[in-house]
C-alpha cells in the first residue's frame, strides 16, 4: 500500500464505556459536571466541598470571560489550588506540571471544557495553567480558588505564553 509506511496508528484515548484515557497530573482532579434541563432552562452544580477538591468553602469566587482566540496563561500559584468550573463556550486548557519532586514531573494534560463539556478542574500549587478560547463565541469560567486573591501580594506568577519553560504550545 503505497504511503503507509508514513502513517501512524491512532492510540487508544477512551475506554469502550467512553471514558478518557490519560494520566492526570498528580493531584490534578477534574469532575464533570451534570446538567439538569427542563421547560425553564437548565441548573448546573458548580461546587460541593462533599466532592473533595480541598477542604471548606471557596473563601473568594470570581468569573472570567475569554473573546474568541484569547489566551491566559501561563500562571502558576506556590500556595493556593485554583478550582476553575468552565460553564461557557469552549476552552482548551493545558497544564504543566512543574514540580520536580512530583511524579508526574514534566507531565502536560490538555482538556477542551465549556458548555458541551462542562466540569470542575482543580489545579493545584507548582502546575502551570493556561485557558484559550477555541470557540466562536465567548467563553466564561468560575475559579473558586482555596485561597482569596490577596490584592497587596498575589500568589501568582506568570511566563510568557511562548516560553521556553512550559513544553506546550497553546
Known sequence: MQGFDHAVKDRQTVTTSGAP??????????????????????????YDERWGFTEGAAPFVYAV?????????????????D??????????VALY???????TFGTVNVFYLGDNN????????GVFHAVKNV?????LFINLPSQ???????????VPIDSEVVPYRM
Open 21 to 46: 484515557v490519560r494520566e492526570l497530573i498528580e493531584d490534578v482532579q477534574l469532575r464533570p459536571a451534570t446538567t439538569h434541563s427542563d421547560q425553564r432552562g437548565d441548573l448546573c452544580e458548580i
Open 65 to 81: 470571560t475569554l473573546h474568541p482566540g484569547s489566551i491566559r496563561g501561563w500562571v502558576i500559584h506556590l500556595e493556593q489550588d
Open 83 to 92: 478550582r476553575l468550573f468552565f460553564a461557557l463556550g469552549t476552552a482548551k
Open 97 to 103: 506540571d512543574a514540580r520536580e519532586d512530583s511524579p
Open 118 to 125: 462542562r466540569a470542575l478542574l482543580r489545579i493545584p500549587p
Open 135 to 139: 470557540g466562536h463565541t465567548n467563553a
Open 148 to 158: 482569596p486573591y490577596q490584592h497587596t501580594d498575589p500568589d501568582k506568577y506568570r
